[in-house]
């Protein structure tokens, strides 16, 4: 059974940092890329950053939203079966549900193209 958990959601005051992890169950880090997604209430889902799967071409490639840049960085560890997000310099409108997906196809932005999703962790940046 494939699973994919959140954690490390929560309050962060403007400037602040955290760091979420997606621990997959069930599938290979190396045959899936993973996905970060977030919702605010009332929008979209919007693609964060991705990372690609291990093998192939793309390996090690990752993705990062414009509004995102400079500030967010995803890693993998393979051993751990586990993908992070590390989220600097947070600004309120970072607040959102962040959720990780895997897509065993690409590397895409498109959340349709996921195959498999998490439950969403809670991220809310306010002093």
């Known amino acids: 059974q494939v699973q994919l958990v959140e954690s490390g959601g929560g309050l962060a005051q403007p400037g602040g940092s955290l760091r979420l992890s997606c621990a997959v169950t069930?599938?290979?880090?190396?045959?899936?890329?993973i996905g970060w997604f977030r919702q605010a209430p009332g929008k979209g889902r919007e693609a964060v950053s991705c990372?690609?799967?291990?093998?192939?071409?793309?390996?090690?490639?990752?993705s990062y939203a414009d509004s995102v840049k400079g500030r967010f960085t995803i890693s993998r560890d393979n051993a751990k079966n586990t993908v992070y997000l590390q989220m600097n310099s947070l600004k309120p409108e970072d607040t959102a549900v962040y959720y990780c997906?895997?897509?065993?196809?690409?590397?895409?932005?498109?959340?349709?193209?996921?195959?498999?999703w998490g439950q969403g962790t809670q991220v809310t940046v306010s002093s």
């Open positions: 069930g599938l290979s880090l190396d045959d899936y890329a």
């Open positions: 990372i690609s799967s291990s093998d192939g071409t793309r390996s090690d490639a990752t």
């Open positions: 997906a895997a897509a065993y196809s690409g590397f895409p932005r498109n959340p349709d193209e996921y195959d498999y």
